[in-house]
């Protein structure tokens, strides 16, 4: 097995989600908090991304940071122009695998984000807020609501992001505890929050 950086090797467990590397040179640190840019055009994101667990995704080539979160793999990968350059351990809401659909399912949502904002946090060492909900969450909300499945008085939701941990025994265990969020290690956050800037594009699939 080759070697993998001073992160250490990534906790996979599901079937088909291979190891990936942590901790990769990187010649640069991003801090463009201050600048705030603008969610840049999202790249057109092929079928075959779904549980596409590959060290290059070359529908990623023309992106130079993107994210790919895998529910199913447990994972959150950072890609460099389609090259996989990070690999971290992740859990998500303890509401369950399935899609989020409305405010306090505690589930993590499903889709296509970017990262609009990066917030100091006592808790978690970083928050990462992304766009949810976006017109897609709000296209699932109304089917929900039609077909009777929100409870009365539920809202959409918010307030979904990335973030490090206050419970590291469970991130380490692979239990998922957050309300709907994607948790990693603090290590990870710190780490993300140098290379990450405002405005990436982060995929989360099942």
């Known amino acids: ?22 901790g990769a040179w990187w010649p640069w ?19 075959s991304a779904v549980h596409d667990d590959q060290d290059r995704l070359e529908w990623l080539a023309n992106e130079p940071i993107f994210i790919v979160v895998r529910k199913s793999c447990r994972t959150l990968d950072v890609y460099d122009h389609g090259n996989r350059v990070r690999s971290y351990p992740a859990v998500f809401g303890l509401g369950g695998n399935d899609d989020k659909l409305y405010e306090g399912d505690r589930r993590t949502p499903v889709g296509l984000y970017a990262i609009i904002e990066k917030r100091p946090n006592p808790r978690w060492h970083w928050f990462f807020l992304l766009d949810y909900p976006n017109r897609t969450d709000y296209q699932h909300y109304t089917r929900a609501l039609e077909r009777g499945d929100v409870p009365e008085g539920a809202g959409v939701g918010g307030a979904v992001g990335i973030h490090g941990t206050d419970r590291p025994q469970l991130n380490e265990r692979g239990v998922d505890w957050t309300w709907g969020c994607v948790s990693v290690g603090n290590d990870a956050i710190d780490d993300l929050h140098d290379i990450v800037p405002v405005g990436t594009m982060v995929l989360i699939e099942e």
């Not at 250490?8 to 190891?19: D, E, K």
């Open 1 to 22: 097995m080759r070697r993998l950086g001073w992160l250490g090797l990534a906790v996979v467990l599901a079937t088909g989600c291979a190891a990936a590397p942590h």
């Open 29 to 47: 640190t991003f801090d463009w908090d201050w600048l705030a840019p603008p969610r840049r055009a999202a790249p057109t994101v092929p079928i």
